[in-house]
């Protein structure tokens, strides 16, 4: 069975910063395709953060250009979203998705969520 399993929310002050981490596991899993990070404030809609795909593409929100990063590691797992220069409008639920396929099919997951709260 597939696991993934996010990490390092947090409360911090603005222009603080934090490193979120999202681990997909499972011996059926065959590749993955895609890994994102996602955020949901209350009362909103859920919005891409960034993202990157199995060749290394990324992409980024306008609102966090500049301050925000995605990356992975080697055996491609495992997926980080660097945060710098927080803001309180960062707040929100963090949720990992990834796209893989699995032995059974291709499948499209995603976290339990993180708290991320940025406040004075």
């Known amino acids: 069975q597939v696991q993934l399993v996010e990490s390092g929310g947090g409360l911090v002050q603005p222009g603080e910063s934090l490193r979120l981490s999202c681990a997909a596991s499972?011996?059926?899993?065959?590749?993955?395709?895609?890994m994102g990070w996602y955020r949901q404030a209350p009362g909103k809609q859920r919005e891409l953060v960034a993202d990157i795909t199995s060749g290394g593409n990324t992409n980024y929100a306008d609102s966090v250009k500049g301050r925000f990063t995605i990356s992975r590691d080697n055996a491609k797992t495992t997926v980080y979203l660097q945060m710098n220069n927080l803001k309180p409008e960062d707040t929100a639920v963090y949720y990992c998705n990834t796209r893989l396929l699995e032995v059974t099919g291709m499948r499209n997951l995603w976290g339990q969520g993180t708290q991320v709260t940025v406040s004075s």
């Open positions: 499972g011996r059926s899993i065959v590749s993955i395709y895609y």
